[in-house]
């Protein structure tokens, strides 16, 4: 299994573009996060799914952002519009619910 | 509201010198909590978890109720010890919380 698989690995934009990120959890596992590290901040917690459903999406910092899992081996996290403060490497992470989070390697965003 | 906290930023110290990083929680229920690491281009990964009470890689972490503290502890530091330590506490629903993160730097 290569792990958790996120794309794109660098996406560079301007202020006011659309990004979406991408991930494909480790097959067979039933949890998938998104967070977000800054150096400020770490690492917050975003919104995590559990069999493909939203559980918890407080972290989401606003409207502007959405995430969405239409299926148990993929996952989207969009910035609409991106602002130059969404800047940071976001992770995907998936689990089988034993505390053990995968993580992938991470999408570094960059908004000019 | 439930929390992790890593009061150190960044933690210098020599080859052979103990090591200490702090964690801090805040939690009302039982806690499980856990260690992860980041060392230089490399995926964040579980280094160890209270439950197991094991040594992993020579570091040790002992939950301390009364203190409410998880501090990770290794007393010889390496310099492939150098990385990003993140304490993190799983609440409801397998919900992971991370602290700040500790950046540990190991001098030769």
């Known amino acids: 299994d290569a792990g958790v698989i996120q794309s794109p690995r660098h996406e560079v934009t301007e202020m006011g573009q659309e990004v979406t990120l991408r991930c494909k959890p480790i097959s067979g596992h039933n949890s998938l996060f998104w967070y977000r590290q800054t150096m400020m901040r770490g690492l917050e917690l975003l919104i995590y799914?559990?069999?493909?459903?939203?559980?918890?999406d407080s972290g989401m910092p606003e409207d502007r952002f959405s995430a969405k899992m239409p299926n148990a081996s993929f996952s989207t996290l969009k910035i609409q519009p991106s602002e130059p403060r969404d800047s940071a490497v976001y992770f995907c992470?998936?689990?089988?619910?034993?505390?053990?989070?995968?993580f992938g390697e991470g999408s570094r965003l960059t908004v000019l | 509201a439930q929390r992790v906290t890593q009061p150190e930023k960044l933690l210098s110290v020599f080859k052979g010198a103990p090591v200490e990083l702090k964690c801090n929680y805040s939690y009302s229920g039982s806690p499980e909590l856990f260690w992860y690491v980041q060392y230089s281009r490399q995926r964040l990964q579980l280094l160890l978890r209270h439950i197991s009470r094991e040594s992993i890689k020579g570091f040790t972490a002992d939950l301390n109720k009364g203190e409410t503290s998880f501090h990770l502890k290794k007393p010889f530091a390496q310099e492939e010890d150098s990385a990003m330590y993140y304490c993190a506490l799983m609440e409801y629903g397998n919900k992971l919380v991370f602290g700040a993160g500790t950046i540990l730097r190991v001098k030769s």
């Open positions: 799914f559990n069999n493909n459903v939203p559980i918890d």
């Open positions: 992470a998936s689990s089988l619910s034993t505390g053990e989070l995968f």
